[in-house]
């Protein structure tokens, strides 16, 4: 009799039509790559017995420019800290399996699958927006966060700079920032960075699941690894930069066994803060992690799936506001005493910084009226 943990269908080393082989997914997140759940139609592939499949090249990353008309994202979520946010990318080319944003790409026509983390979109005239909007009459500044969506220091990031012109922006109007990364690069802004930190404008999150380089690899292929987010959060700390850790996501019976050395680390390392997000698994990301789950772990398929629902209300995500970033039952509050008596016997967390708002100045020639070609 087939039990709800069973792992899914089609068994483990049974290739189906929506799943590409190895060496075409080869240092992608993803195996399957299925229509968005917005399209009419559902395309797959399928070898008609020629094997044309096995011709096929490894897949590439896509980028393609967008011409976007406005860049701050607003939301009025009451369970995290910040109301706006900017993304300078769609998709992300780390490609992590677990990501929470990959439903995002079906609004694109995408998959959240191979897709995500292949065909990415780029916002090159973000800076010159954000730049406008924030001289608009009225507007009054807050925290903007960036990071919480896309990763802004993905690999894109090296050759468009996106990210280092929206600072650009913001220290040259005193604006504060808060920003999330999984990547080294970020290393690459300490300048500007060190300038808003002594103007209390910013700090920086690295976002660290595993210290375990090959899990890391399998799950997380082109972040950064793990050895090099801690020198990050060194080299970030040493030049005066606020710097936290996020354990994020904490994946029950595969990574929290790790919540001590994690702290450990990023205390070692200079961190001032820490925080976690359990596992999240909205829409598509259950099925890719699933699948993922069976690839890569499948001895640990039923264990983990059983305690992500007995931390979900029996379901493998539950949204409810408050509880969707921890879960609730035993298990979860076990998670959060461990980490909260972690973060207390190395003296993280004894303050949180609150950035200032006091040194802003509106721009003055954010007005313009940008092209729209």
Known sequence: MKTALQPPTPPLHEEDATRLSEDRRRGRGAALNRSGRY???????????????????????????????TIITRNDSPDISFDRSINPYRGCEHGCIYCFARPSHAYMGLSPGLDFE?????????????????????????????????????????????????LEVLEGCGHPVAIVTKSALVTRDIDILSRLAERNLVKVALSITTLDRKLCRAMEPRA??????????????????????MMAPVIPALTDSEIEAILEAAAEHGAQ???????RLPLEVSELFRDWLVRERPDRYRHVMSLIRSMRGGKD??????????????YADQIAKRFSLAAKRLGLNIRRRKLSTDAFVQPQKGGVQLSLF
């Open 273 to 279: 803060e820490v925080a976690f997000v359990l596992l």
């Open 317 to 330: 995500y539950d949204a409810k506001w408050g509880e969707r970033m921890r879960g609730r039952g035993p």
């Open 118 to 166: 292949t065909r990415l979109f780029a916002k090159p005239n973000a800076a010159q927006l954000l730049e406008r909007e924030l001289s608009r009459p009225g507007y009054t500044p807050r925290v903007i966060a960036i990071g919480t969506n896309t990763d802004p220091y993905q690999p894109l990031e090296r050759g468009y700079k996106l990210m280092r012109d929206i």
């Open 224 to 245: 950064s690894a793990p050895q090099k987010r801690l020198d990050a959060v060194r080299a970030l700390s040493d030049a005066g930069i606020p710097t936290s850790v």
């Open 39 to 69: 399209e009419p139609l559902s395309r797959e592939s399928f070898d008609d017995g020629w094997e044309s499949l096995e011709d096929l090249p490894p897949l590439k990353t896509q980028v393609q420019e967008e011409r976007a008309r």
